[in-house]
């Protein structure tokens, strides 16, 4: 890539991120993950915020704590916003604003009953942005606000043109995979992959607004036979023809903008709001920070880290970054610790080499992690998201 090149992917990706709310929800499947980190009671959760969803996920196995790390401050006043609404709202008014995703109330009760569980800064965001809940014609839900947002009200535009929208909405009365296959193959394939969406699906403007940094891209590019436009084409006809999508709530909020009650994230589940309101949503913090900062603060160990995708951009844009990252994830650590990260590549090969200093001497994160190969590859065919290229559970040893 020359200079020029360089500087526009650098500086595009830090627009989107360092000026906007990015995720309006988390793209990680979190009963994978649960799954993955085994959580107990005394576990300390250290974990990249996104949209906070999966922190309260894994709330639900009622661990020590669980630490929300952003150095995105929108998305911790995204998080802060759901907790102060479980600790202050009843469940259907928390659900019409986070699982409908819109109240035309929201100012008032932003104001009214949110306010004091907020800080002067969250707060300060939500009043000027309190319309990302009232809504508009043009964005009628929450869901299609922030970058990611927008990408989702775009396609289903999209989809609109197209006509078709009902013969994807029927994927989800379905009750097995046959019958997915045959709806998508009969009704959806041939119309949906166009030679627009073939060229729009592989820009690096889309994949910035969805997150995803010119690494993760040139990942893509490179290892994935027929490039990002073929990696996102067979992405979704796996998750339409593969994966049961009764329970998929990831793609149904992005096809139609909400949940609902059968079809959402755990925390939106009445039985699971009231066990975060008794005291479990108290266990999750945020700290807007880098996680090489948080690790140095840090007062107890941490025995799961939850690094999401971010590793893929550091290794092509801060490498220096990405090594005091895994110096403070092995610092910070006590013995067996687990780390769980997903990445673009078919194989991240980044990791392994990265040498760090111990208690006797130095050594490399390869000799350091303990794989579950098996597992993973096992939990990445599960994935109800299905939209990176490979999944990591491995266990840290001092």
Same mark, same amino acid.
């Given at each position: 890539?020359? =200079?020029?090149?360089?500087?526009?992917?650098?500086?595009?990706?830090?627009?989107?991120?360092?000026?906007?709310?990015?995720?309006?929800?988390?793209? !990680?499947?979190?009963?994978?993950?649960?799954?993955?980190?085994?959580?107990?009671?005394?576990?300390?959760?250290?974990?990249?915020?996104?949209?906070?969803?999966? %922190?309260?996920?894994?709330?639900?196995? !009622?661990?020590?704590?669980?630490?929300?790390?952003?150095?995105?401050?929108?998305?911790?006043?995204?998080?802060?916003?759901?907790?102060?609404?479980?600790?202050?709202?009843?469940?259907?008014?928390?659900? =019409?604003?986070?699982?409908?995703?819109?109240?035309?109330?929201?100012?008032?009760?932003?104001?009214?009953?949110?306010?004091?569980?907020?800080?002067?800064? %969250?707060?300060?965001?939500?009043?000027?942005?309190?319309?990302?809940?009232?809504?508009?014609?043009?964005?009628?839900?929450?869901?299609?606000?922030?970058?990611?947002?927008?990408?989702?009200?775009?396609?289903?535009?999209?989809?609109?043109?197209?006509?078709?929208?009902?013969?994807?909405?029927?994927?989800?009365?379905?009750?097995?995979?046959?019958?997915? =296959?045959?709806?998508?193959?009969?009704?959806?394939?041939?119309?949906?992959?166009?030679?627009?969406?073939?060229?729009?699906?592989?820009?690096?403007?889309?994949?910035?607004?969805?997150?995803?940094?010119?690494?993760?891209?040139?990942?893509?590019?490179? !290892?994935?036979?027929?490039?990002?436009?073929?990696?996102?084409?067979?992405?979704? !006809?796996?998750?339409?023809?593969?994966?049961?999508?009764? $329970?998929?709530?990831?793609?149904?909020?992005?096809?139609?903008?909400?949940?609902?009650?059968?079809?959402?994230?755990?925390?939106?589940?009445?039985?699971?709001?009231?066990?975060?309101?008794?005291?479990?949503?108290?266990?999750?913090?945020?700290?807007?920070?880098?996680?090489?900062?948080?690790?140095?603060?840090?007062?107890?160990?941490?025995?799961?880290?939850?690094?999401?995708?971010?590793?893929?951009?550091?290794?092509?844009?801060?490498?220096?970054?990405?090594?005091?990252?895994?110096?403070?994830?092995?610092?910070?650590?006590?013995?067996?610790?687990?780390?769980?990260?997903?990445?673009?590549?078919?194989?991240?090969?980044?990791? $392994?080499?990265?040498?760090?200093?111990?208690?006797?001497?130095?050594?490399?994160?390869?000799?350091?992690?303990?794989?579950?190969?098996?597992?993973?590859?096992?939990?990445?065919?599960?994935?109800?998201?299905?939209?990176?290229?490979?999944?990591?559970?491995?266990?840290?040893?001092?």
């Amino acid at each position: 890539m020359s =200079q020029l090149g360089a500087w526009w992917s650098k500086n595009l990706f830090n627009f989107v991120h360092g000026n906007n709310l990015v995720y309006n929800t988390c793209w !990680e499947d979190p009963r994978l993950d649960r799954i993955a980190l085994n959580i107990g009671s005394e576990d300390r959760i250290a974990m990249i915020t996104s949209a906070g969803c999966n %922190a309260l996920d894994y709330a639900l196995d !009622e661990p020590e704590a669980i630490h929300c790390i952003d150095v995105n401050p929108r998305q911790n006043h995204l998080l802060n916003l759901k907790i102060a609404g479980i600790k202050a709202l009843d469940f259907e008014t928390f659900f =019409q604003i986070f699982g409908t995703g819109s109240h035309p109330e929201f100012a008032a009760i932003l104001n009214d009953q949110l306010a004091d569980h907020l800080s002067d800064d %969250a707060l300060k965001y939500w009043r000027k942005n309190s319309n990302y809940f009232t809504c508009s014609r043009w964005r009628p839900t929450f869901y299609f606000y922030g970058t990611s947002g927008l990408v989702a009200r775009l396609m289903g535009h999209y989809l609109d043109l197209r006509a078709v929208k009902d013969s994807m909405a029927s994927l989800w009365n379905t009750t097995t995979i046959e019958q997915q =296959q045959a709806i998508y193959d009969d009704y959806i394939k041939d119309t949906l992959w166009t030679e627009w969406m073939t060229w729009i699906s592989k820009k690096e403007i889309t994949m910035s607004l969805l997150g995803v940094p010119k690494a993760q891209l040139a990942q893509v590019q490179n !290892e994935y036979s027929g490039g990002m436009a073929k990696f996102i084409q067979d992405c979704v !006809e796996s998750v339409f023809t593969k994966v049961p999508l009764r $329970d998929n709530y990831f793609w149904w909020l992005y096809f139609s903008g909400s949940y609902l009650k059968d079809r959402c994230p755990e925390y939106l589940k009445e039985s699971n709001f009231n066990k975060l309101k008794a005291g479990l949503v108290d266990r999750v913090s945020t700290s807007t920070m880098t996680l090489v900062e948080f690790f140095k603060q840090t007062q107890k160990p941490i025995s799961k880290f939850v690094l999401l995708d971010h590793m893929d951009w550091l290794y092509d844009n801060n490498r220096k970054v990405l090594h005091q990252e895994w110096q403070g994830i092995v610092d910070a650590s006590r013995d067996n610790s687990q780390v769980i990260w997903r990445s673009a590549g078919l194989m991240n090969d980044f990791v $392994d080499p990265i040498r760090v200093a111990i208690a006797n001497g130095t050594s490399t994160m390869g000799d350091l992690l303990k794989y579950n190969r098996d597992l993973a590859a096992e939990l990445h065919q599960q994935d109800r998201v299905h939209t990176y290229g490979s999944f990591y559970i491995a266990q840290l040893k001092h």
